[in-house]
């Protein structure tokens, strides 16, 4: 196996195991916010729970370099972005100032990223 296989595969089992703890902390905060309440953990379960898959599919099916790195953009973003929203809900303060702004900007980016990644033609 090359190096290069060895780290798309390396980056798909991280973004595997990251789509599933998305989709299990999504699921969990969807519970959370039915019986607690809190708006910012309903949030945030939505966004966990819609960009699970993403993860997961890059992660099982391959990707070439960009879709990778775009997705791990995303990760970061969606870390920053529910982070935040729910260190509001439940420690009551923000994680660091400007952290959901900054993590909403990722998001963008990173979903730009994954149209990029579209435009790029495949090595023969």
């Not at 991280?14 to 998305?22: E, P, R």
């Not at 309903?42 to 966004?47: D, E, L, M, N, P």
């Not at 920053?80 to 923000?94: I, W």
Request: proline share 3%; hydrophobic share 60%; glycine share 12%.
């Amino acid at each position: 196996m090359s190096t290069a296989e060895q780290s798309a595969n390396g980056s798909g089992r991280i973004l595997v195991f990251a789509g599933s703890l998305c989709g299990a902390a999504g699921v969990a905060l969807s519970a959370a916010a039915a019986h607690l309440g809190g708006a910012f953990v309903s949030t945030a379960a939505s966004f966990l729970l819609m960009h699970a898959p993403v993860f997961l599919a890059v992660g099982l099916v391959g990707a070439n370099r960009i879709l990778r790195t775009a997705s791990l953009i995303l990760l970061v973003g969606l870390v920053l972005f529910c982070g935040d929203l729910l260190a509001r809900d439940f420690l009551g303060s923000r994680l660091f100032p400007m952290s959901a702004p900054i993590g909403g900007t990722l998001l963008i980016a990173g979903w730009l990223a994954v149209a990029a990644s579209a435009l790029v033609r495949p090595r023969s």
